[in-house]
Nanobody, 124 residues
Framework: QVQLVESGGGLVQPGGSLRLSCKAS????????MAWFRQTPGSDRKFVAV????????FYAALAGGRFTVSRDNSQNTVYLQMNNLQPDDTAVYFC?????????????????WGQGTQVTVSS
C-alpha cells in the first residue's frame, strides 16, 4: 500500500508560481512511476505530467505548455510539480498518483494509488 498526501496548493495571481508536493508513505515509493493529474468541477481528471520510477524520464501533457516541471526525490519519498506562469485556466484540484509501469501515462485507471488532492486557484 502507498498513501499519498499532496500539499502546496493555494491562491496565486496570474503569472505566479506554485510548487506542489506529494509525500508518499511506505518503502516502495521508488518503484512507482508518479503522475500529476488535475480536475475541475464536472470534468474528468486530466493528465498533467509523469516521472518514471527512477526519475530518468518525464512526460508532459500539452496543457503544461513548457511551464510545468515534474521531479522526484526518492530519498524523501516525494514528488514535486513546479508550476510557473500560472493562468486562470490552471485552476483545478491537483492530484498525484502512483502506478507500476502504467502502459498509458495519461489514463487514470493505470494508476494504483491516489492522493486526496490540493486546490490550486489562479485569480487576480
Amino acid at each position: 500500500q502507498v498513501q499519498l498526501v499532496e500539499s502546496g496548493g493555494g491562491l496565486v495571481q496570474p503569472g505566479g508560481s506554485l510548487r506542489l508536493s506529494c509525500k508518499a508513505s511506505g518503502r516502495t515509493f521508488s518503484t512507482y512511476d508518479m503522475a500529476w493529474f488535475r480536475q475541475t468541477p464536472g470534468s474528468d481528471r486530466k493528465f498533467v505530467a509523469v516521472i518514471t520510477w527512477d526519475g530518468g524520464s518525464t512526460f508532459y501533457a500539452a496543457l503544461a505548455g513548457g511551464r510545468f516541471t515534474v521531479s522526484r526525490d526518492n530519498s524523501q519519498n516525494t514528488v514535486y510539480l513546479q508550476m510557473n506562469n500560472l493562468q486562470p485556466d490552471d485552476t483545478a484540484v491537483y492530484f498525484c498518483a502512483a502506478g507500476l509501469r502504467p502502459k498509458a501515462y495519461d489514463l487514470t485507471h493505470q494508476y494504483n494509488f491516489w492522493g486526496q488532492g490540493t486546490q490550486v486557484t489562479v485569480s487576480s
